[in-house]
């Protein structure tokens, strides 16, 4: 009988829950490092992330993701625009408006969320062997295609 034969469907799910909130706590004290670290504001933040995973948008687009008053939008879009993070840009179907932009700086904080995240949770596999680590990647391929 080997050492895991004891193992169950509940007790898997056990696990997989706690691994979970762990990982989503490394990501969220990273997110929130994130915002004080570049003095932004989840709503700043949101903007900046949509820009990012749609490209260039209208400020209307902008207010319907967010479910945000389009004057609300005017004021996050202008904090960000005075940062340097986002310009306005003329909108080449419609003269009277204009898409919200990344400038090369705001693309910076965006993508540096990412790393940030990543190094929390590369944090968590610091203290594993060479042994570990692999069958641990097994492990998450495994389950990753089963899912």
Not at 53 to 77: D, F, Q, R
Not at 134 to 143: A, K, P, Q
């Amino acid at each position: 009988m080997d050492e895991y034969s004891f193992v169950n469907i509940d007790m898997l799910v056990d696990s997989y829950n706690e691994l979970s909130d762990k990982m989503t706590k490394h990501r969220v004290y990273a997110y929130i490092r994130h915002l004080k670290k570049n003095d932004l504001t989840p709503n700043q933040y949101s903007i900046l992330h949509f820009i990012e995973h749609n490209g260039p948008c209208s400020s209307i687009k902008l207010a319907e993701h967010m479910e945000l008053k389009a004057a609300t939008i005017t004021y996050l879009v202008d904090s960000l625009e005075k940062r340097g993070l986002v310009s306005r840009t003329p909108n080449p179907q419609d003269r009277r408006s204009h898409h919200v932009t990344f400038t090369e700086e705001g693309r910076k904080i965006v993508l540096g969320t990412s790393e940030e995240k990543n190094q929390a949770i590369m944090n968590s596999f610091e203290n594993l062997n060479r042994d570990e680590l692999e069958s641990l990647y097994i492990m998450i391929n495994l389950l990753n295609r089963k899912l």
